[in-house]
């Protein structure tokens, strides 16, 4: 854990000084909580795919209403991008807008990203209201994933009352996850804290979990203590457990 940790402060570091800085705000995002941000963030992340510098999106104080976005590496100049979140980001308060999509936020074909800090609120109580009834409900929607990735770190985020999964990480390389904080009530279905499958060097070390379904829930392609997911430090959950596939 210590090499992996040591291999990717220094990537972003050095990434971190020769960044060019693009403020969300400066794009006509407005933190009101009301006022859809969505196309905004997505003009950001255009801007910052076509530069040839190493790139840091600033997210401010304040609340930014959200609908799905994906952020999609494929057509990028290669280099690395991080999100530094002073704010929140907050989902529809109608669980029907996002609730068919498989993720909110998805960062996906990257190599070198990075979140650090901030807070996501998918506002899933509505949802869970409607699957304990036992009416026709969407599925809903993961709150933030990672796929098919490499040297990737989240450090420092908050992940509130998810529709679904908070965090999946799947088929990346290199993934380090410190200090992430997940919250939902005890009774929240299918709210798993962090999910990982097919994916090789996952750390997750100083995170709080407390939801309603599993702490850490490991899928296919990972063996805990293996060299397919190489650490799992201190967890701390209430009303969970961290799911062994084997029982």
Request: proline share 4%; aromatic share 8%.
């Amino acid at each position: 854990m210590a090499s992996l940790l040591a291999r990717l402060v220094f990537f972003f570091f050095i990434s971190f000084c020769f960044a060019q800085s693009d403020n969300v705000l400066s794009f006509g995002a407005i933190p009101d909580g009301k006022t859809d941000a969505t196309k905004e963030f997505m003009v950001v992340w255009e801007t910052a795919c076509t530069s040839s510098r190493p790139v840091t999106i600033v997210v401010p104080k304040g609340r930014f209403l959200l609908r799905s976005l994906k952020f999609d590496g494929s057509k990028c100049k290669p280099k690395p991008i991080t999100f530094r979140i002073d704010g929140t980001l907050v989902a529809p308060a109608d669980y029907r807008i996002i609730g068919d999509e498989d993720y909110w936020i998805l960062f996906q074909h990257l190599d070198g990203v990075a979140v650090y800090g901030g807070v996501l609120d998918a506002q899933g109580t509505s949802l869970w209201d409607c699957k304990s009834s036992g009416k026709n409900c969407p599925r809903g929607a993961t709150t933030i994933g990672f796929q098919s990735s490499n040297n990737v770190v989240v450090s420092g985020l908050t992940s509130l009352n998810s529709q679904m999964f908070h965090v999946v990480i799947n088929a990346c390389n290199n993934v380090m996850l410190q200090g992430v904080k997940v919250l939902a009530a005890r009774n929240s279905p299918n709210t798993d804290g962090i999910h990982v499958q097919s994916s090789s060097t996952v750390s997750i070390f100083n995170t709080k979990i407390s939801t309603g379904d599993d702490c850490v829930s490991i899928g296919p392609g990972i063996t805990v203590s293996g060299s397919k997911m190489s650490h799992v430090a201190p967890v701390t959950a209430s009303g969970t457990f961290i799911m062994d596939p084997s029982r």
